[in-house]
C-alpha cells in the first residue's frame, strides 16, 4: 500500500474518463496517494466562447468529483509550470520524488505502454532518468471504457475527449454535455455546465415573425 500514482493531464476539463482512471487507482489497496498533477495552460472551445483554466478544473473536481473518489486522491500544481503531462511526470521524479518513495505512472491495462517505457527509463543503475532511492514500478490497473453513449451526433462509441466537452459547452448543448461526466457526478450537470460557462444560445425567429412584429 505504498505506491504513489502519478496521474499527470491538462483536464481542460475533467472528464468521465479522468475520473474513472482516478477511481481505479483510489480503490487500489497497493496504492497510497494519486497526484492528479494539472497542467496551467487554459484551453478553449474553437470559437473561444469558453475558456477552462486550470483553476476552472481544480474546482470541478474538488468541489464535484473528489467526494466519489476520496482522500488518496490529491491535487498539485504541474511542477515548474509544465503543460506536457509525460515531462510533468519526469520533473516530478526529479525534483519532488524522495528516496524511500515508490511511484508509477497512471495507465490503464489495456494500454501500458507509456507506464513502461517511465519505469524503465528510471530503473537504476541503467536507466537514463536513475534516481538513487526513488523506485518506479510499472502498475496499470483495469478500467471500464470511457466512450460516449446517448448522444445525439455521430459520436457515439468515440473515447470521452475534453476537447468534444469544451465544443458541447460552447454549443449550450446540455444533452449532448452530460455524456461527458461521470456518472456519479451527472446530478451536478447544471452547476457544473453553468461554471464552466456553458453558452445559453439564443433562438433566432424566422424572418417572417419578425416582419409581423
Not at 537514463?128 to 514500478?137: H, I, T
Not at 470521452?160 to 449532448?176: P, Q, V
Amino acid at each position: 500500500g505504498n505506491i504513489i500514482a502519478l496521474f499527470p493531464g491538462g483536464f481542460k476539463p475533467p472528464h468521465a474518463g479522468h475520473f474513472e482512471l482516478a477511481k481505479r487507482y483510489a480503490q487500489d489497496p497497493q496504492v497510497s496517494k494519486v497526484l492528479m498533477l494539472i497542467g496551467p495552460t487554459t484551453r478553449s472551445s474553437q470559437d473561444g466562447a469558453v475558456r477552462i483554466t486550470k483553476e476552472s478544473s481544480i474546482h470541478i473536481i474538488s468541489e464535484f468529483y473528489k467526494q466519489f473518489l476520496g482522500d488518496k486522491v490529491v491535487l498539485e500544481d504541474s511542477p515548474g509550470g509544465e503543460e506536457n503531462p509525460m515531462r510533468a511526470a519526469y520533473k516530478w521524479i526529479e525534483e519532488v520524488a524522495q528516496p524511500g518513495e515508490i511511484y508509477t505512472l497512471a495507465a490503464s491495462s489495456k494500454d501500458p505502454k507509456r507506464a513502461q517505457m517511465f519505469a524503465g527509463s528510471h530503473k537504476c543503475p541503467e536507466g537514463k532518468y536513475c534516481k538513487e532511492g526513488v523506485e518506479v514500478v510499472v502498475h496499470p490497473v483495469d478500467t471500464k471504457a470511457t466512450i460516449y453513449k446517448g448522444r445525439t451526433d455521430e459520436l457515439n462509441g468515440r473515447e470521452i475527449s475534453a476537447s468534444i466537452m469544451r465544443e458541447d459547452l460552447a454549443n449550450g448543448d446540455k444533452e449532448n454535455f452530460i455524456t461527458n461526466l461521470p456518472p456519479e457526478a451527472r446530478s451536478y450537470i447544471g452547476e457544473i455546465f453553468d461554471y464552466l460557462g456553458g453558452v445559453v444560445k439564443k433562438t433566432t425567429l424566422p424572418q417572417s415573425s419578425l416582419d409581423d412584429e
